[in-house]
């Protein structure tokens, strides 16, 4: 049986860049022709002839207070202007709707700014306090909808260039799948120091506006944000929501072929804008304009020309031109801005010209509008973005609602056929396993201390923050007086820690000069999760995605490529600049095994891998990847850093190993660990079709989250939130709670963690709750944050199989005693599980699983 999709319309939108502060004021700088590229203001001291499209004007940031907004990074504030902009635009206003509203945020760079100041040796501008709040990466997607008063679920995606794109892709998926019935769409970039220096370095730049297909070649950096009310049509209709357009189809795909260059051949490009033409039921020549990434670079240009040409048999007479002419690129926020460019304009069949343009550029021969508008009816057109990494985002849209036949998709039922896991217990899920039913202790445990250069480092550093009376208030306020978080850096915890690991041994393809320990993870992971599901790549990599959930990304490069800044960012580690980016941990797994399918990468904190399963799980469910692979993986911060971010977590790591007691009843603190985790997800037909293993299958899946990112405690906010997420999933799943025979959670162990969880499974369950069996398997192996909720899943997996349910190590004594803690092995069997888990800002995921018999 067929289900049809729904429509998805646009009914809000917001605006900031360097040649706008608003929506309408947007439309008219677009009318004039305006170019915001110029001289640079911020980073001229540094860069000889440096230009960019910077936002310079002063910013109303309405029902924000000065303390508010100080603490607040430019990435937070700037996505709170224009959401508020789009939400107000939308009359979206009542409590009510905007709790039910989802938010998907992308981004490129998030969870610098705060830090910058220690990196140009300026610590007396740098705040603690905007550290703490905005100092995590996916700290955004927290703020804004806390600020914003969004409870329905939210994501961070960090696809570089492509993910306001693509947040507009998953955005539409909730919204067609009858998830949420509105869902605000933002993309924010700042530009700051390392993004700057990376482009400068790689020579990418243009001294003077960019000129995309024409003239001499080279980008202008951009910054700026944009956002998009999407809504199902009916909802939109019922309400008497002012429609903009509709957005009618979308797609993803990766290279497989460089970190920074395109291919020569355009494959993923062209591939990209095939699906999605082919999920809209659309043919090539439905699209009456193009609006391209454009650039400016050479290759970008030639690539995207090459890639068009291959798609369209009608190019010659189809207008094609890039908005990056006006505000350049804006990065993360790109497509997004570049978007509403085209929802303005074209209503009243004005093309965008592309400004600037002199001579055509050697294979760059198409109509791309140039310097002036061309008059002309759109019914459909299409917004494409690339990326580093050979990410590559397309979406279909009309200023015309209704200019598309609407779509249905026969559901999939979704298999779980192979997994992959890399800890300190073990670097295959065999030998991990099995560790965990032999209930030998966990091994690889190393301990920590910070040595008398860093103390007096960290001391310094605090020294330095002394006069200021914001930090010590703060401070107080949060963890009491000063004594007990420096007795803590002179105390010493642990780690769980991969140790021996022998990547050739295990990978065909992997290359040593370009991977770093998170990178290896998880290219472990998911080389084993494929070898489990026996799926190899034969020329056929385009029919496998790869959706990874990323915490931290890679951390020691990130930090090398920020130590080179210093003290001359003319001599930034170019090397380093693209491997820093957090979809580079995709990037080397989809070139090392040529996966080309569906490639996003989630950046929403702890347990971010969680929300790729689910995005994994639609793309598989609605058919349009027949497989998938989805997880997440961690490497160790540095010991310095492990100290510092403990301060989110007040200052809980433990003083021994056996300390890390989830769900106690007294609390002692958790531990930090590394690995992977990777899930191969096919559609359980085509399963059984080649005889693949089926572990289990997902059958239902919950989102929501609360607004209480600025409170220190929030037990109560979200473990309702967590509640209303069981309760979708188990909606979703067609299961009563009497048909859940296992719970799980991921709680980190903290006091505030453990009880969301708790309390959640409380108020579903009832009574019922003392009778489920609870587990949580993260003492084995650490808080690997992006993927623990995908490790204790796998471990689920094989409680299935085997009937066999192992405690939960290490807690003897409980924080409830009205909750089934598994604290004995058990024989029991186990047909429908419950995986839960959270990430730092109060966003909470609720799996159903079920057995395949």
């Not at 230009?51 to 002063?58: G, T």
């Not at 202007?81 to 945020?105: D, H, W």
């Not at 790591?653 to 300390?659: K, L």
Request: with cysteine.
């Amino acid at each position: 049986m067929l289900t049809q999709r729904k429509r998805v319309v646009i009914t809000g939108m917001g605006q900031l860049s360097s040649i706008a502060s608003n929506v309408p004021a947007f439309k008219q700088a677009l009318l004039n022709k305006t170019c915001g590229i110029r001289p640079s203001e911020k980073y001229h001291r540094w860069f000889n002839d440096a230009n960019a499209s910077e936002v310079l004007q002063p910013i109303e940031l309405p029902g924000l207070s000065p303390e508010q907004i100080a603490s607040l990074d430019n990435a937070a504030l700037w996505a709170y202007k224009v959401g508020l902009e789009a939400l107000e635009a939308a009359r979206l206003q009542e409590a009510e709707q905007r709790a039910k509203t989802a938010l998907i945020i992308g981004v490129s760079s998030a969870g610098t700014e705060a830090f910058i100041p220690l990196f140009e040796n300026q610590p007396d501008d740098f705040s603690l306090k905007k550290a703490i709040v905005c100092g995590c990466f996916s700290s955004c997607s927290a703020i804004v909808s806390s600020l914003l008063g969004l409870k329905g679920g939210f994501e961070l995606l960090a696809t570089a260039c492509t993910a306001s794109t693509n947040a507009m892709g998953i955005a539409f998926d909730l919204i067609q799948n009858n998830k949420n019935s509105t869902a605000l769409v933002i993309g924010t970039e700042p530009i700051y120091l390392p993004t700057f220096a990376g482009f400068y370095a790689l020579q990418a730049m243009k001294t003077t506006p960019t000129s995309p297909f024409s003239g001499t070649a080279g980008m202008s950096i951009g910054e700026g944000a944009g956002a998009l009310l999407l809504e199902e049509y009916e909802h939109a209709l019922a309400r008497g929501a002012t429609i903009y357009g509709e957005m009618v189809s979308y797609a993803t795909s990766g290279d497989a072929y460089h970190d920074t260059a395109p291919d020569p051949r355009a494959e993923g490009a062209v591939q990209v804008m095939n699906d999605a033409l082919a999920n809209g039921q659309l043919a090539p020549e439905d699209i009456d304009y193009i609006n391209a990434h454009g650039t400016g670079t050479e290759a970008n240009d030639r690539c995207e020309t090459l890639a068009m040409k291959k798609v369209f048999p009608q190019i010659a007479s189809l207008p094609v031109s890039s908005t990056k002419s006006y505000i350049g690129h804006n990065i993360g926020a790109a497509g997004i801005i570049e978007m509403i460019a085209c929802f303005l304009t074209l209503p009243d069949e004005l093309i965008l010209p592309t400004l600037n343009f002199g001579i055509p550029r050697i294979n760059c021969d198409l109509n791309y509008v140039p310097n002036d508008f061309q008059q002309g009816h759109v019914g459909l057109f299409m917004k494409n973005n690339y990326a580093f990494g050979g990410n590559n985002c397309c979406v279909i849209a009309t200023p015309h609602v209704g200019s598309a036949p609407e779509t249905a998709y026969r559901p999939r039922r979704v298999a779980i056929t192979g997994r992959g896991m890399v800890t300190s217990q073990g670097h295959d899920v065999r030998s991990v396993l099995d560790r965990i039913w032999q209930e030998t202790s966990p091994q690889n445990l190393t301990e920590l201390t910070l040595d008398d250069e860093t103390q007096q480092l960290f001391e310094a550093m605090i020294a330095n923050l002394r006069g200021q009376s914001e930090v010590e208030a703060f401070l107080f306020e949060r963890y009491g007086d000063g004594d007990a978080w420096r007795k803590k850096l002179k105390g010493k915890t642990w780690q769980h820690q991969v140790t021996e690991m022998e990547p050739r041994k295990y990978l065909r393809r992997f290359d040593a000069r370009k991977a770093d320990d998170v990178s290896t993870f998880a290219l472990l992971a998911l080389t084993q999760s494929m070898k489990e599901a026996g799926r190899k790549i034969r020329r056929d990599g385009h029919r496998l995605g790869l959706i990874l959930g990323m915490s931290r990304g890679p951390q020691r490069r990130v930090e090398r490529y920020l130590n080179s800044l210093y003290p001359d960012p003319n001599n930034v580690r170019t090397s380093e600049f693209p491997g820093s980016l957090m979809n580079a941990i995709s990037t080397f797994c989809s070139i090392s095994e040529g996966i080309k399918g569906y490639n996003t990468t989630l950046a929403t904190g702890i347990n971010a891998g969680l929300g790729a399963l689910t995005y994994g799980y639609e793309l598989v469910r609605q058919g349009l990847q027949p497989e998938t692979i989805v997880g997440g993986a961690d490497e160790l911060m540095n010991p310095f850093s492990v100290y510092l971010q403990s301060l989110h977590r007040n200052l809980l790591i433990t003083d021994t190993p056996q300390a890390y007691q989830i769900y106690s009843d007294r609390f002692n603190g958790f531990l930090t660990g590394e690995g992977s985790g990777m899930l191969f997800l096919e559609d359980l037909e085509r399963a059984a079709e080649r005889g693949a293993p089926v572990l289990a299958e997902i059958i239902g899946y919950g989102k929501a989250n609360d607004t209480g990112y600025f409170s220190v405690e929030n037990t109560a906010g979200n473990a309702g939130a967590m509640a209303t997420a069981i309760r979708q999933a188990l909606e979703e799943a067609q299961l009563s709670i009497d048909n859940v025979s296992l719970i799980c959670g991921s709680s980190i162990g903290t006091t505030s963690s453990d009880r969301a969880e708790v309390d959640a499974v409380r108020q579903v369950f009832a009574d019922r709750a003392a009778t489920i069996p609870f587990v949580n398997y993260n003492a084995w192996f650490g808080a690997v944050e992006s993927c623990m909720g995908i490790l204790n899943l796998i471990v689920v997996t094989e409680i299935m199989q085997r009937g066999e349910i192992p405690p939960l190590p290490y807690t003897q004594s409980f924080c409830v005693d009205d909750i089934d803690f598994v604290t004995e092995r058990r024989q029991q069997q186990v047909d429908t599980a419950l995986i839960l888990g959270s990430t730092e800002g109060g966003n909470h995921y609720a799996i159903v699983l079920r057995k395949c018999s």
